[in-house]
């Protein structure tokens, strides 16, 4: 018996983003007064990233009055376009189809400003009606409206360690300093939550289902130049540039202010494939251009996003226990979508915890399963997410070939797709052959090593790509964004929460990926064969966990990471 | 001797967030603020730190934290602070911008002070920040004790020390780096804290649930503030021209930080 303290409660969450705003929001609403605390890693309700356009009809359907006037950043979308973006640096490793492509285009003279604006947005793709927000203010404005009416309690700063496990059961939750235990555990911790991997490793997966595709987004906040007048609620999508594989966005707030990022997807087979390094690249694209420079960085941030969807849904409920939320599988990676799935998928599950509430039954598996698995089964979520399952898996053998399995996957409502099956990271030295020479990819490794950084910048600029020309207003180096716009702090008193679990691995690890993947460079090379972690760079986006091909790396829950209200 | 120590501390918006100053009808305010993260000011949560070490470390002391604020932001900053140290919210319901003179704050957390039950003025310590990350101007501290006739004040403090005759030792901050060395015969006192030396404590659920228990019965009761006095009269406002230059180290010595801050001052 633990002579840990213990608290005793009805309903413990873990994890404050959108699908626990709609959980709660839901459960406050409903008469019942069960006692519920939800726990939250980050310093604030508000520290989430995402830059967030959304069809919204999960969240419409729990505010229908809902003013986006009342959110700040958040309006209406107005205007969408997709665009392909030329390759102007010619650093950019496209295959010879695209570089028949793009010659085609300059040869018809297609293209303004080096992109092509897509006359046609597919029908799976836009966003009309929709609204345009940052999670962080949506979450502060669902946050303190939930705090506000007292209904249930958010405790941010409070990392959850694990689930309490007795037997097939989860009886609450394990805290640094204390155990919570409770009927109901809500597990909302997003795609790389240590509770919610515990539980895939306790509990398995679904047969045939597999997390195995995921993506680093990382997003600037940034002031527009006064010159610019484009429309709040505009609305870009763009694939093609800094890489083929790399897609990328731009919206427009209200106020002048624009969030502008990349997705570093897992398919995309660079070894060295730091997120922050291609973002700089990809503003500084002609076509961004004439609208972000001149700007200024207000805010930074990163995040894993779980790419494989409802393909890699783990179970969803079980004894004292439900899932929601992005950790569920609820994102939609053919519609670009994330975010009112999840929030539909909290309100889903707050619906089957009142019925079984008001019919006085138990929160088993079953009951679960018959309240809430089944509302969920039989939504717009989960038939949207079918039609999604295989729609990036020709990603896998190249970027056309995943063009054109997401438009057939998009087009035939999921009947047919495109199939390919991941592939391993090539070796470094592989990645640039025909560019530099083995030998010299090694020297500048080495180099770098030698001065405790990754080796990114180094090769990216040997391979052709130029070099950032700092401003310090919108451009500058990844330490200064830590500072200036990705607001990074952590407490002292914690210990680190990514280790490194195996030496050995890391001793036969060529590329180390986990150094140049990391969003903060809070992974450096270190002085021996196991890279370093510093804790006050980190930004919690766990690219490291799933970048280390060996599995080497434990990344727990802790304190501190972004203090950013605009991601 | 055991002490009743009231600490003063206010919320502000997150430091690292984007701050805008903006002109409305009703004066100046920040962009937003109402949806900006707040925290404890940072130096308020100084001398709550000290505050709570101090009364874990002498028995039968008793911390309340008197905070000003608008109600539903002090809730949801008390989530946060609350699992810092044992405390009782006094709260008070109002303005956290920076746009309020110390005379009405002063008079405002004075008057809250004043109405604690079975608070013993022989045994208070009113602690506070020296400074304020909204109000800068190092006075509302002493105007607090001012208003409550405490004539022992030491402001700019490090360190607080008891001693067995009920006296205690105070550092108080002077120029050149150096401490000047005070006895106060004992309370009451006013201590306007600089940094202490205690880290920020970890968050500790424990102490959080138990620190609730009465502080969201006093959020449901807090009352307006009352900010006496005739508020001032903004022209205009703007942000600090900034000049930044980063360089992230460790381990370096204080006299090379020095050094190298000089230099940079320099042009060199």
Redesign the interface.
């Known amino acids: 018996m633990s002579d840990r303290?213990v608290?005793d409660i009805d309903i413990v969450c873990v994890g404050f983003g959108p699908a626990m705003g709609g959980f709660l929001t839901t459960l406050s609403r409903s008469g019942l007064s069960p006692n519920v605390i939800c726990?939250e890693r980050a310093?604030?309700?508000?520290?989430g990233v995402s830059g967030a356009v959304t069809r919204a009809r999960g969240i419409r359907a729990s505010f229908p009055d809902l003013d986006p006037s009342e959110?700040?950043m958040a309006t209406r979308v107005a205007h969408e376009k997709v665009l392909y973006l030329l390759d102007p640096a010619g650093a950019s490793r496209r295959s010879t189809g695209l570089r028949l492509a793009d010659r085609a285009i300059g040869a018809v003279r297609l293209a303004r400003h080096s992109a092509v604006e897509l006359p046609y947005t597919p029908p799976f793709l836009r966003k009309d009606d929709g609204l345009l927000f940052s999670i962080g203010?949506f979450n502060?404005?669902v946050?303190?409206q939930l705090?506000?009416s007292?209904a249930v309690?958010?405790?941010?700063?409070?990392p959850v360690s694990g689930p309490l496990i007795e037997g097939d059961r989860v009886a609450g939750v394990e805290?640094?300093?204390?155990d919570?235990r409770a009927a109901l555990t809500v597990v909302g911790d997003g795609p790389v939550g240590a509770v919610g991997r515990r539980l895939d490793e306790r509990f398995g997966l679904p047969p045939g289902h597999h997390p195995r595709e995921w993506a680093v987004g990382a997003k600037m906040v940034i002031d527009l130049p006064e010159r610019v007048d484009l429309e709040p609620g505009t609305v870009f999508h763009s694939f093609g540039y800094p890489e083929p594989e790399i897609f990328g966005f731009f919206y427009v707030h209200p106020e002048r202010v624009a969030s502008v990022g990349i997705f570093v997807p897992s398919w995309f087979r660079c070894p060295v494939r730091t997120s922050y390094r291609y973002l700089q690249h990809y503003i500084q694209h002609p076509y961004l251009w004439r609208y972000l420079e001149g700007g200024t960085l207000?805010?930074w941030g990163a995040k894993s996003l779980a790419e494989s969807g409802r393909r890699g849904e783990p179970y969803l409920a079980g004894d004292g226990w439900a899932r929601i939320g992005e950790g569920s599988g609820s994102t939609n990676v053919l519609t670009g979508s994330g975010v009112d799935e999840a929030w539909t998928t909290g309100t889903q599950l707050a619906e089957g915890v009142v019925e079984l509430m008001k019919d006085g039954r138990p929160f088993t598996r079953q009951n679960l399963e018959e309240t809430y698995v089944r509302r969920r089964r039989a939504s717009w979520v989960e038939a949207e997410g079918r039609i999604a399952e295989r729609a990036r898996d020709g990603f896998h053998r190249g970027v056309i070939a995943g063009l054109a399995g997401m438009a057939l996957a998009g087009m035939t409502k999921g009947r047919f797709a495109l199939g390919g099956e991941p592939k391993p990271m090539p070796p470094i030295a592989e990645y640039y052959r025909g560019r530099i020479p083995a030998d010299e990819v090694r020297r500048i490794q080495r180099e770098c090593a030698a001065k405790g950084t990754g080796a990114h910048d180094a090769l990216m600029e040997r391979a052709g790509w130029p070099e950032i020309a700092c401003d310090?207003k919108l451009l500058m180096?990844l330490?200064?964004a830590?500072?200036?716009g990705g607001?990074v702090?952590a407490?002292?008193?914690?210990p680190d929460h990514v280790r490194f679990t195996d030496s050995a691995a890391c001793e036969d690890c060529d590329a180390r990926t986990c150094v140049e993947i990391c969003s903060g460079q809070a992974i450096t090379p270190g002085t021996g064969a196991v890279p370093a972690f510093d804790r006050e760079k980190c930004v919690y986006c766990g690219a490291c966990l799933w970048n280390c091909p060996a599995g080497a790396i434990c990344f727990e829950a802790g304190?501190g990471g972004l203090?950013?209200?605009?991601n | 001797m055991s002490y009743h120590i009231v600490v003063c501390g206010g919320i502000v918006p997150?430091p690292?967030?984007?701050l805008e100053p903006v002109m409305g009808p009703a004066g100046p305010s920040l962009k937003?603020e109402s949806?900006?993260?707040a925290v404890l000011d940072p130096w308020a949560a100084h001398a709550l730190f000290e505050a709570a070490n101090l009364a874990r470390n002498v028995a039968g002391s008793k911390v309340w934290l008197v905070s000003l604020g608008p109600k539903?932001k002090l809730?949801?900053v008390m989530?946060?602070v609350a699992?810092k140290a044992p405390f009782e919210l006094v709260p008070i319901d109002g303005p956290a911008g920076a746009f309020t003179d110390p005379v009405g704050v002063s008079g405002a957390l004075a008057a809250a002070i004043e109405t604690i039950a079975g608070l013993d003025r022989q045994r208070l310590l009113v602690f506070g920040g020296w400074e304020s990350a909204t109000r800068g101007a190092g006075a509302t501290m002493q105007m607090v004790g001012e208003r409550l006739g405490i004539v022992d004040q030491f402001q700019g403090v490090d360190s607080l020390s008891p001693r067995d005759d009920g006296s205690f030792e105070i550092l108080e901050r002077i120029e050149g780096g150096r401490h000047q060395v005070s006895v106060c015969a004992g309370p009451p006192a006013l201590v306007g804290w600089a940094t202490g030396s205690l880290?920020?404590?970890?968050?500790?659920?424990?102490v959080?649930?138990a620190n609730?228990r009465t502080i969201?019965p006093a959020l449901q009761k807090a009352r307006a503030a009352n900010l006496q006095g005739s508020p001032p009269q903004f022209l205009s406002v703007t942000l600090p021209r900034q000049q930044?230059s980063?360089?992230?180290v460790k381990d370096l010595s204080t006299d090379e930080i020095a050094r190298q801050i000089a230099a940079w001052i320099n042009g060199d």
């Open positions: 303290p608290l726990y310093d604030d309700i508000a520290f959110i700040p203010q502060q404005w946050g303190s705090i506000g007292g309690q958010i405790w941010p700063g409070t805290l640094p300093d204390m919570v207000r805010s310090g180096s330490q200064d830590l500072l200036v607001k702090q407490a002292p008193g914690y304190a203090h950013s209200a605009e | 997150d690292l967030q984007t937003n949806m900006l993260p539903a809730q949801q989530m946060t699992q880290a920020e404590p970890r968050n500790n659920p424990q959080g649930m609730m969201m930044r980063t360089k992230v």
